[in-house]
């Protein structure tokens, strides 16, 4: 068997990889279909992310502000690959991106 192993790992030598794989995900929430939309419009342009999938929940929110009553419905969540050298740009373009000060990434 370890005869077998050690022929096929000098054919395929690409296959016995160890250490870090390069590659990291992002995930975070967005209010609404328009927000994740141009998120993930910016992200692409500037070749950020590899791929992204996006997540509806559906949620309804009701509060006040300024004695009027606001309605919210759906959140986002975005599923992002990407890789580790453009890992913080990414994160960096959504926080800029970002309505709410406070994102959940």
């Known amino acids: ?16 990889m160890t250490g870090d794989t390069g590659i990291s995900m992002i995930q ?6 328009t927000t994740s939309d141009w998120v993930l419009e910016g992200l692409f342009y500037d070749n950020l992310i590899a791929d992204a999938e996006i997540i509806y929940h559906n949620i309804q ?5 300024d004695g ?3 309605f919210e419905s759906g959140d986002h969540e975005l599923l ?5 050298e453009r ?14 000060s406070k994102i959940d990434i």
């Open 28 to 33: 975070c929430h967005v209010p609404d279909h």
């Open 87 to 100: 890992l913080q740009d990414a994160v960096d373009f959504i926080i800029k991106r970002q309505p709410n």
């Open 1 to 16: 068997m370890e005869k077998r192993k050690s022929q096929f790992k000098e054919k395929y030598e690409h296959v016995w």
């Open 80 to 84: 992002m690959t990407t890789s580790n």
């Open 68 to 70: 009027k009553v606001v």
């Open 61 to 65: 929110r009701s509060y006040l502000v």
